[in-house]
């Protein structure tokens, strides 16, 4: 039933009805005029269809985010493929402090190698790769190189200069020997003294014989001889070629089943860094 005394709700139809009733009993009522009247009833019904829709649509869109967020993190990205290694040790046998990169990446991580300096062997990338040579403290690339190394081998670098030229890597291939002797090789890396005799004073090899390098010249490479390890303490001698001019006499300590390569730098008469000496690298 049609309350008279009650507002319409705004619907036209039940408005015209309201104002007939009241018509007939006599109950005047003026129907707005207002020409926005129903265009406003009209628009807030609209309003609250649109802000129903909305309150429906929003959980949906948020349940679908959800959803390809999930999704997205399932597809998980390709693992990077993964380089083969070998390792390499490095040898400063120059007068410069350097540090030495890899494709951009520094590889002697711990410190600068100076001069008589060995990094140690370090995990490098196998296979041809850019190595970059950069003084301590200066951005700048002194020397960029490529050096090809496989993974079945492990290797020396040594350093005379940075230069290509001063510059040759030594195979560190070895089988160790596990009773009472130590294997040692020996690398001529002094490029103005001439080729060279280095002695290994009161060592004897299996046969009795002394163990000696003879003639080697700058960049040679010995072989690793075994070599008695008695009493551990050895006298090394290194001496020209020929003349038999003594440039160095040291005494060095030895182990049973060690490996080890004597090397030289440097040259006679100099001084400080760049003087003649020598050096020793546990390769195992």
Same mark, same amino acid.
């Given at each position: 039933?049609?309350?008279?005394?009650?507002?319409?709700?705004?619907?036209?139809?039940?408005?015209?009805?309201?104002?007939?009733?009241?018509?007939?009993?006599?109950?005047?009522?003026?129907?707005?005029?207002?020409?926005?009247?129903?265009?406003?009833?009209?628009?807030?019904?609209?309003?609250?269809?649109?802000?129903?829709?909305?309150?429906?649509?929003?959980?949906?869109?948020?349940?679908?985010?959800?959803?390809?967020?999930?999704?997205?993190?399932?597809?998980?990205?390709?693992?990077?493929?993964?380089?083969?290694?070998?390792?390499?040790?490095?040898?400063?046998?120059?007068?410069?402090?350097?540090?030495?990169?890899?494709?951009?990446?520094?590889?002697?991580?711990?410190?600068?190698?100076?001069?008589?300096?060995?990094?140690?062997?370090? =995990?490098?990338? /196998? &296979?041809?790769?850019?190595?970059? *040579?950069?003084?301590?403290? !200066?951005?700048?690339?002194?020397?960029?190189?490529?050096?090809?190394?496989?993974?079945?081998?492990?290797?020396?670098?040594?350093?005379?200069?940075?230069?290509?030229?001063?510059?040759?890597?030594?195979?560190?291939?070895?089988?160790?020997?596990?009773?009472?002797?130590?294997?040692?090789?020996?690398?001529?890396?002094?490029?103005?003294?001439?080729?060279?005799?280095?002695?290994?004073?009161?060592?004897?090899?299996?046969?009795?014989?002394?163990?000696?390098?003879?003639?080697?010249?700058?960049?040679?490479?010995?072989?690793?001889?075994?070599?008695?390890?008695?009493?551990?303490?050895?006298?090394?001698?290194?001496?020209?070629?020929?003349?038999?001019?003594?440039?160095?006499?040291?005494?060095? =300590?030895?182990? /049973? &089943?060690?490996?080890?390569?004597? *090397?030289?730098?440097?040259? !006679?008469?100099?001084?400080?860094?760049?003087?003649?000496?020598?050096?020793?690298?546990?390769?195992?």
């Amino acid at each position: 039933m049609l309350n008279l005394f009650q507002h319409p709700t705004g619907h036209p139809d039940e408005l015209k009805e309201h104002v007939r009733c009241r018509n007939r009993l006599g109950m005047t009522i003026k129907a707005p005029t207002t020409p926005n009247f129903y265009p406003f009833i009209t628009n807030n019904i609209n309003k609250q269809l649109y802000i129903s829709t909305m309150k429906f649509k929003a959980p949906v869109l948020l349940v679908s985010g959800i959803i390809a967020l999930l999704a997205s993190c399932k597809k998980e990205d390709p693992a990077p493929p993964v380089l083969p290694e070998t390792r390499l040790n490095v040898v400063n046998a120059s007068v410069d402090v350097f540090n030495i990169f890899q494709s951009g990446n520094r590889i002697n991580n711990t410190a600068s190698l100076y001069p008589g300096g060995i990094s140690g062997y370090l =995990n490098v990338t /196998a &296979g041809e790769q850019n190595y970059e *040579f950069k003084r301590n403290g !200066s951005p700048d690339v002194v020397l960029g190189m490529k050096l090809a190394l496989d993974t079945l081998t492990t290797h020396s670098l040594f350093v005379v200069g940075l230069a290509a030229d001063q510059m040759f890597l030594s195979d560190d291939s070895f089988t160790a020997d596990t009773g009472s002797r130590a294997l040692v090789r020996f690398i001529n890396a002094s490029p103005d003294d001439g080729e060279l005799n280095v002695a290994l004073a009161d060592t004897s090899a299996i046969a009795g014989e002394t163990i000696s390098y003879s003639d080697k010249a700058f960049k040679s490479i010995s072989e690793f001889l075994p070599v008695a390890v008695t009493n551990g303490s050895k006298q090394l001698k290194i001496s020209r070629s020929g003349g038999g001019i003594t440039l160095l006499t040291d005494t060095i =300590n030895l182990q /049973a &089943g060690s490996v080890y390569t004597i *090397f030289t730098k440097g040259k !006679s008469g100099q001084a400080g860094s760049a003087a003649f000496g020598a050096g020793i690298i546990t390769n195992q």
